[in-house]
């Protein structure tokens, strides 16, 4: 199969001119001019432009599923949703629940990264956000249900995924937090999160292992003058990937613009999305035991306080390229950078010869033309717009 006459971004993320040749489920050569036979599968795909598929990697539900319900429909649900929006592959993400729903909904996120939709996104791990947060800063999470680090429990979790668990997010402050993140970082990426951290107390986590900062800016001390908070540790610190919510309502566009412009790749886009996303606005929605309800385009606890998105990658994407963040780095985000935070950056995230050829066409407004994606030998376009 080829993908011919197109402009995509390269290994580098420069936008360049070319072909795409696909066998077996992965890139076999990008380039001007690949030779092609009649027999060929050929795509002309002239006025559009070719994007690795998006990998999100803090995403709670959408189209009224939820990771936690602990079933393979609703994992399921979520991967098609996920698929007609350009996402191929996520982590199922959890939130501060009971340890027996946490590991029925790792169960059931096991069962479909083994035998995924053919027309869904691929479950390329998960992400545990809590138990172990702070009650100061745990926002939406449910306070009932909130822990200190505790590593062997988290062991256990992470065995019965037999390493899906990709991403531990935790308040490093807590006490055991410092053993927990040591022997935590063996095993995944460990992230500070939902903390109550200054900048000496995050700089300190770094040291012990973390490299990843759950949504930045939220949920945390943020930049001050006098006092740096995690924010300040986060941005000048070499060693931690960062999330991004782009979705204009959990950070201002001009600070997001800020962001990217210090981070540069270290920034990754998420949605942080709930079951509400995809569903009618001003409707009431569990999440965690708690109730959200969808207001003004963003999720709201009964107190106001703003409970994960209805948001999606692309749409952020979109966002980012609306407010001066460029097409390159905004896609970057949102594909390599994730990818790299869970470790599969060899298989997925860029458009590079043996990579898998999980793929997304988009139009001259960005918008999704059509998306390929790649099971096992098979590459199908799993959905078409255009």
């Known amino acids: 199969m080829f993908i011919i006459n197109t402009a995509y971004l390269d ?47 803090h995403i709670h539900g959408c189209a009224g599923a939820d990771t936690c319900d602990g079933t393979t429909g609703a994992i399921e649900a979520m991967a098609r949703f996920l698929l007609a929006h350009g996402v191929t592959s996520f982590c199922p993400t ?29 479950v390329a791990g998960m992400n545990l956000e809590g138990p172990f947060f702070s009650k100061e800063r745990k926002g939406a999470q ?13 062991k256990e979790w992470y065995d019965h995924s037999e390493g899906l668990v ?13 053993e927990f993140v040591k022997q935590a970082k063996e095993l995944c990426t460990v992230s500070i999160a939902h903390t109550t951290a200054d900048y000496d107390d995050a700089k300190a986590a770094f040291d012990w292992g973390v490299t990843h900062a759950t949504h930045l800016f939220n949920a945390m001390n943020g930049l001050h003058h006098r006092k740096p908070g995690v924010v300040g540790a986060v941005l000048e610190d070499e060693r931690v990937r960062a999330e991004l919510i782009c979705d204009g309502e959990h950070i201002h566009p001009a ?3 800020i962001a990217f412009s210090i981070l540069g790749d270290r920034a990754l886009i998420v949605s942080d999305s709930l079951r509400a996303n995809g ?54 985000a949102a594909t390599l950078i994730p990818a790299i935070q869970i470790g599969l950056d060899k298989e997925i995230g860029s458009i ?31 959905v078409k717009k255009a």
Request: with cysteine; charged share 25%; aromatic share 6%.
């Open 94 to 122: 959890t939130a501060t629940v009971s340890s027996d729903t946490i590991k029925a909904a790792i169960t059931a996120s096991k069962q479909v990264h083994e035998r995924p939709v053919k027309d869904g996104a691929k």
């Open 142 to 154: 449910n306070e009932e249900f909130l822990l200190a680090p505790d590593f062997p429990l988290f």
């Open 255 to 257: 600070v997001l613009k």
């Open 352 to 382: 590079e010869p043996g990579k898998i050829a999980d793929l997304v066409v988009l139009d001259k407004d960005l918008d999704i033309a059509s998306v390929w994606v790649s099971h096992g030998d098979e590459t199908q376009c799993a």
């Open 166 to 178: 990709k991403l531990i997010d935790l308040a490093t402050e807590q006490p055991g937090g410092e």
């Open 11 to 57: 290994k580098d993320f420069n936008l360049v001119k070319g072909d795409i040749q696909i066998e077996n489920g992965r890139i076999a050569a990008c380039g001007e001019g690949l030779a092609y036979s009649d027999s060929d599968m050929v795509i002309d795909a002239a006025g559009y432009t070719v994007v690795p598929g998006f990998v999100d990697v």
């Open 279 to 332: 569903m009618p606005e001003g409707e009431s929605y569990e999440m965690g035991g708690q109730t959200v309800r969808i207001s003004g385009g963003k999720c709201v606890l009964p107190d106001g306080t703003i409970a994960g998105s209805v948001s999606n990658l692309h749409q952020e994407v979109k966002n980012l390229v609306s407010w001066g963040v460029p097409l390159e780095r905004a896609v970057k």
